[in-house]
């Protein structure tokens, strides 16, 4: 590393440079900054004139923007505005918005706006794919960045988000229409993954915190992917009395036992004359036909 | 389109065209309780059987007509005859029934009751046998039969006849001639009826209903809102569901009515999210009511425009609590807030709202047709009208029943229930849900009456009554109630968070020994602040099962005692 000498401003303004620099590439960036500041400064020591000209005038973008707005300079021409406004399709508008997750929150809104410009160069006005994004990320995103956006991409789950756009426009996006909205996504999906939660929100304009809130309180609302066979046990009374065997914990230590298979504890099925009864794929069954079924999606 | 009093008698012979057709007419149960037990399965082996073998048969799914007992249930009319009840028709049992139908004979084996004719409390004597009486029928009448004998059927008057799914079949059997008359009545006036039949909530508190729906009408503002809370979230109850399932028009009917009196213009149907048939019936038949003009714009040409609209809730017990309902509705969690303001002055989206449950509203229509007069008769002083219980627990015929209120309990348990099956003598009732507590079974002589199950320190609750035997743990009982209140709690308030949760874990340390008998002092210490101190109603009953238990059966706690 280059040998620097700095003036008491300047190591102050550079320790704010740094602090703006997402921590997990701290350590690369700072011998090449340091470097940058060498050459420039020469055997004189680094004053905040000489960073401030090098994050002008050595840095790409969109890194300088968002820099340059860090440590308190007037950023260059429009920089965090709108970008250009895109046409997406498929997953690209979730893709785009987990990327932007990575970036830190008050360097947001100038990344969006830069990349949402770099995305609209290959689109060449047409509409976003999956691909465009994917491309984007493998081209400038740097590392260790690029793995993990890459990573999430993957475990993004498979539902197509423009269900949920389709979703909202029925419904509309009024506070009373949330759970609605969320009945049907879960529906459609089978369960209430946050991207989904996050599209709900974007289309929505509700805060994703509220919606979150909401799914945590009903018990109708699923965080996690069910399995390939999904298994309700009713605990009501009647359940409760009748269950003087122990089916309902031989039923859950078996399924405990079974991937693929999901339980979840229900409130009240309503049914209960023919108590014990549990619920297997959406299908209310009782005694004997429950134990066989559950017999049946366990073994397989 | 339905706009004026012909077109609904047109209807009503289409709908009666339907019931009494000139094929025989086989209803097969398909609520959610007949459908545990295989009713999709004999429905399709009759659709199959009916199809292969040419039979002149009108099969139909409807709802369930309280005989949980003996679901699988078929019907079967052939016109002319007496239309037979049977039971336990598993899909084994199709073939057999088939040959039956096809040569016009009863299976008597399988056969739970005749049905000659039938005393509909809205259109009168409906006749099966029109052929004439048949002496020496195999099969019983149904008015003879332990089951129906006690029972009356005003809410249930449909139930498990017509096809839920048709408005036609509902309007024949009477259905929505309440609101046409309703309708040319001036709203005070109806309001008016309602005070004067005495009708009190059915949810469980028993609030009178006329004087909340004057509250709801004098209220200050043009905008107002109903709700049917149909979020019974209570362990052991199903009737709202079945009923639901098997007349879900009758609900439609009964709000359009109270929208008109009350001035109000939109109903939100409040319907649990584990309910999925009762939800696609409900908004079946709030789009059908839609279609025909008894819904939107200019009701039966009288110028009162409403809609309906079904909401599906997030599965919360506390969700059933009025304020907790509409914060659900709008779209926030389900926490209950302080009252006053009353829903009826300040309730959903902060405008008037008059809330009341399923069972409630279908009683408006009968009100309105026959009046109050005809409807104050029915049930004991202070209570009026008939209560829908669902039978459930240790007992031999569980189901949905009707009875007039002031019935013994006893009379329920021994006559409609059939008693406690394999020999076991009765212990508790549990007369409405957990917040009503357990009774020890020398109150069985109490009746449905909410004044008299207040007085002994229970409730009516909406009517889930839970029968247990002598082979039934208080303890673990009271214990299994207080899990569920943990459960349910939705953490506004410490005494039902914090509280309940920790009479849980003495009650653990009880069950497994290692408490003394101060145990039981500081469950009564703790029942204090947690019943005073909740802002709601599943807070302030959250120990009930712990105190009825510990008051009526004190010999369970003492075996574990130290």
Known sequence: MAEVTWSPEGEKLFGKLLAAVPEAMRETIKPKLIQMLAQRAGSVAIDEAIIKTMVQEDLPEPQKSALMQAIGMQAPSQ???????LEWTGKSEIMFELMLGEVPEGMRAIFRGKLSAVIAQKTQSGAVTEDHVNAVVNEIVPEPFKSSILKKFKTLGDFDPAIIGEIVKRFGTSRDKLMFIMHAAQDEIGYLPREAMLAISDKTGIPVSAIYSVASFYKAFRLERTGAHHVKLCCGTACHIHDTAGVGREIETKIAASPGVSIEKTLCLGCCDCAPVVEIDGKVYKG???????????LA | MITCADDLLKAKKQGNKRLFGSRVRVNVGTSTCCLAKGAELTYNALAYGIKSGNINAELVKVGCNGMCWAEPVVEVHQPGKPKIIYGKITEKEVPRLLEAIAKNEVLADMAVARVDSEDHILVGSIDYATDGASPGHPVAKIEATDFAKTQHKVILRNAG??????????????????????????????????TESGLRGRGGAGFPAGVKWRMCREAAGDVKYLICNVSEGEPGIGMHRSFLESDPHAVVEGLIIGGFAIGARTAYIYVRDNYRVALQRITKAVSDAREAGLLGADILKSGFCMDIIVKEGGGRYVCGEETALIACIEGNIGEPRQRP???????????????????????????IEKGAAWYGAIGSAKSKGTKVLSLAGNISRPGMIEVDMGTKISKIIDVIGGGIPGGKKLKGIQPGGPSGGVLPASMAKLTIDYDELAAAGSMLGSGGMVIMDDSNDMVKLARYFTDFFVNESCGKCVPCREGVCRVRDMLDELIAGRSDKSVLKHFTAMAAPITKACACALGKTAMVPVTSTMKHFRGDYDSYLQ
Do not use: H
Not at chain 1, 288 to 298: D, G, P, R
Not at chain 2, 341 to 367: D, H, M, R, S, Y
């Open chain 2, 161 to 194: 006849s017509i096809d839920p799914e048709n408005i036609d079949e509902y309007i024949a059997r009477g259905g929505y001639f309440a609101l046409a008359k309703a309708l040319g009545m001036k709203p005070e006036k109806i309001v008016q009826e309602v």
């Open chain 2, 341 to 367: 303001p009353f829903p009826t002055n300040c309730g959903l989206f902060g405008k008037p709202t008059c809330i009341n449950n399923v069972e409630t509203w279908a009683n408006i229509p009968v009100i």
């Open chain 1, 79 to 85: 920089p965090a505005q709108e970008g250009p406004s």
């Open chain 1, 288 to 298: 004997a036909e429950a134990q066989a079924k559950i017999e049946s999606i366990t």
